[in-house]
């Protein structure tokens, strides 16, 4: 049986496809479209999933999307009963329409007739898809499953239990009490706009002390059985005044907060002002009271469950940083999240889920890592490179090509000798990091290697953090209580004496997000930081996507439009290597 997930008409549109109960395929439609968090519908990651599966749209025999409109139908209604929100009933509707009109949409896309797309569809509700994309593809045959989120058919958080292959719901938070909501007014209050930018809010956390916790802590309010409210007159996403937009290019969400929030911490920032000190402590602030959220949410969670493993999922599980306390605050002893938490992943749990339904089957995968994307043959490596073949003489590099492996040794040896090296092989990334297949890869032992990176490569804030991949057989030689993670979904403290070893990947308050490589999960990054570590001690290196403020590069092509563009010394892509003349 062939599933296709689609996570359509909201934020980080996707696809995702499953034969037999097995991931073939699953990929972002910002890749290919060349704008983050892309909305709209995601024509060109599907037709790349059924390409990468190798099936023609005619094999498909479910088309699973990760939205059902008929849930929560009596909630809906009583909250617009009772609140008269303004606007946002009309762009509700509009919503709606479009998610209707699915079938037609996907029926076009892969030239069907949209009554036989109709009788193969299923609606799977955001949050439950949310639950599935973590619970169905986690190592775990029995434990707790929580998906934070903004909001999804009117919910913001749920959680249950997976037990082999059944997904139970035991509780849920509705709109408009949101964590995911109140990070992003506070997102924005700090001057950040742009759809997703809550990670930067999260960098920046560390540099503050959290003098504002106080006045933060008013905004949402914890109640015991896990639930929470937010005081609402801070907030201004549920009375209608906001405008969002999941129409085809970039989402957009306007301004959720009050005039009341400004009276509370001050006048928000202006994207064009500098960040100084007091923005510094409200995001210190906001973390710090997110954290004490999510872990009184989840300990409330561990208790009810009484499992001892976790399946965390939704946007706010792409908060490391609380991530990585989970299990030191909240009894959970084992985490997993995949690599796409936010709401890409919920096209994977619709297709997990739709699967599970129609087979009744057994579990029978786990994700153990992360590159289910498209790949690029060394034919057309070769014929990208041709086509630039000017560009490349004009650039003044030389071209390498390596017999097998040999190219492993020699990167190793660049990236050694204090070179910014773009690595490219096999199959693309799923889920919004970067994990040794599309990066850019650098020393970690250089102090002055973030600001070269960040002023010749990145062009981004200061304040944000590299990571580190780590060998899997020295996480605890560098890291304090880690646990195995190959997604660099949590972050954990270098261990002190470690700190000043790898001053590029530790963060200002001591802290990596790290990625634990393993010889199995990914073979040819494995080698290259063992022979990293062979050379100078250290089996580690600074891993940042391959991008430059845009969507993490899909094609050779791509590739190389970055590389040369941007101030990178090295690229290597598959067994090709460009090497830019010697600075003076
Ligand atoms: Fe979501």
């Not at 000017?390 to 390498?400: K, L, P, W």
Request: charged fraction near 25%; hydrophobic fraction near 40%.
């Amino acid at each position: 049986m062939i599933v296709v997930g689609l996570n359509a008409y909201h934020g980080d549109v996707s696809a995702a496809l499953v034969r037999d109960g097995q991931l073939i395929a699953a990929v972002e439609e910002e890749r290919f479209r060349r704008i983050k968090h892309c909305a709209g519908f995601p024509h060109r990651a599907l037709a790349s999933c059924l390409e990468m599966a190798g099936v023609s749209a005619a094999d498909v025999d479910c088309f699973a999307i990760s939205r059902d409109p008929r849930a929560h139908l009596w909630r809906k209604a009583l909250f617009l009963a009772t609140k008269r929100p303004k606007r946002t009933v009309g762009d509700r509707a509009r919503n709606l329409l479009k998610l209707r009109s699915i079938p037609d949409t996907i029926a076009a896309s892969l030239a069907l007739d949209p009554r036989k797309v109709r009788s193969r569809m299923m609606a799977i509700e955001h949050h439950p898809a949310h639950l599935a994309s973590a619970a169905y593809v986690s190592p775990f045959d029995d434990a707790a499953v929580c998906a934070i989120d903004g909001f999804g058919d009117f919910v913001s958080t749920s959680w249950g239990v997976v037990e082999g292959n059944r997904v139970e719901g035991r509780g849920a938070v509705y709109f408009p009490h949101s964590l995911g909501l109140m990070y992003l007014a506070i997102t924005q209050h700090l001057g950040f706009m742009k759809y997703g930018d809550e990670f930067k809010v999260m960098g920046l956390a560390p540099y503050g002390e959290p003098r504002f916790k106080k006045e933060i802590a008013q905004l949402v309010r914890l109640h015991e059985h896990g639930t929470f409210e937010l005081d609402l007159s801070y907030f201004s996403h549920w009375s209608g005044g906001v405008d969002m937009t999941w129409d085809d290019g970039e989402p957009t969400i306007g301004r959720v907060f009050t005039p009341k929030l400004e009276a509370l911490l001050g006048a928000a920032r202006q994207p064009s002002d500098p960040v100084d000190g007091r923005h510094e402590a409200i995001a210190s602030s906001l973390q710090s009271v997110f954290e004490d959220a999510v872990m009184t949410l989840l300990s409330h969670v561990r208790e009810a469950t009484r499992k001892t493993k976790l399946c965390l999922a939704g946007g706010c599980a792409m908060n490391s940083v609380a991530n990585g306390q989970v299990r030191a605050r909240t009894g959970f002893r084992e985490v997993f999240i995949q690599p796409a938490a936010g709401d890409s992943g919920t096209a994977l749990g619709a297709a997990f889920e739709a699967w599970h339904r129609r087979s009744n089957a057994p579990r029978d995968f786990v994700m153990r890592h992360a590159y289910w994307g498209p790949q690029y043959s060394d034919a057309h490596i070769a014929a990208a490179l041709e086509g630039a073949a000017g560009d490349i003489a004009r650039s003044g590099c030389a071209r390498h090509l390596f017999v097998g492996d040999d190219v492993v040794g020699w990167t190793a040896k660049q990236i050694a000798a204090g070179q910014v090296v773009g690595w490219y092989q096999g199959r693309m990334e799923w889920g919004a990091r970067a994990l040794g297949n599309r990066s850019i890869l650098a020393d970690p032992r250089r102090a002055d290697m973030r600001d070269i990176i960040n002023t010749r490569i990145k062009f981004r804030e200061r304040f944000r953090p590299f990571a580190p991949s780590v060998l899997e057989e020295a996480v605890d030689e560098y890291f304090v209580g880690a646990a195995i993670d190959p997604f660099m979904q949590q972050v954990y403290p270098i261990r002190p004496d470690k700190r000043s070893v790898v001053p590029a990947v530790t963060h200002v308050d001591g802290s990596g997000r790290l990625q634990t490589v393993s010889r199995d999960g990914n073979p040819r990054y494995w080698q290259l930081i063992r022979a990293f570590g062979d050379l100078t001690g250290v089996p580690m290196v600074l891993n940042t996507s391959f991008n430059e403020n845009e969507p993490i590069v899909l094609t050779p092509t791509e590739a190389l439009d970055c590389f040369l563009r941007t101030s990178m010394d090295v690229l290597v892509v598959g067994n090709h290597a460009l090497e830019r003349p010697c600075r003076q």
